[in-house]
């Protein structure tokens, strides 16, 4: 996993041992374990590693009024209960928490007041919650509805 992984040696005097992976994929679901020998003992932890993921489709660049899916899912085994959606840390796209069993976000005609901060809330059968955030980005025109454009005769505008 070089050179995503490494340990953080500055802190093993004081008894952290941890291991470091930036960035995390898909992949890296599963059962970690940690041995430390000191002397004639041997200390071990086992971590599981869940990885949640946001995705678009279509794939970046989103285009200002084009359709778009924003998708979160879990390596979490238990039954999914609920997916919650907020923008900007406030729930959206409506006045609530927008709230399905789907784990896909639906926005018809994305604007540039769409851009930012969305938080996809993963609700399941076993009362665990888990959260992912992503940026949203999108290409459009932040500017008045109908703008005018002045070009001097005879040259190029755009």
């Not at 084009?66 to 609920?82: G, I, K």
């Amino acid at each position: 996993m070089k050179p995503r992984v490494s340990l953080q040696d500055s802190t093993l005097r004081s008894g952290n041992f941890s291991l470091r992976i930036d960035p995390v994929r898909s992949e890296d679901v599963g059962l970690y374990e940690a041995q430390v020998k000191y002397r004639t003992e041997v200390h071990s932890c086992h971590v599981e590693l869940g990885v949640i993921t946001v995705t678009l489709s279509p794939s970046s660049p989103v285009i200002e009024n084009e359709l778009l899916w924003m998708s979160c899912n879990s390596s979490h085994r238990a039954s999914l209960v609920e997916t919650c959606w907020f923008h900007d840390e406030h729930p959206g796209p409506t006045s609530r928490p927008f709230c399905s069993l789907s784990r896909t976000l639906s926005i018809f005609h994305p604007t540039m007041s769409d851009v930012g901060s969305w938080r996809c809330q993963l609700r399941y059968s076993d009362k665990e919650i888990i959260s992912a955030t992503f940026n949203l980005q999108i290409l459009g025109f932040d500017g008045p509805t109908n703008p005018v454009v002045y070009a001097a005769a005879g040259s190029a505008a755009d």
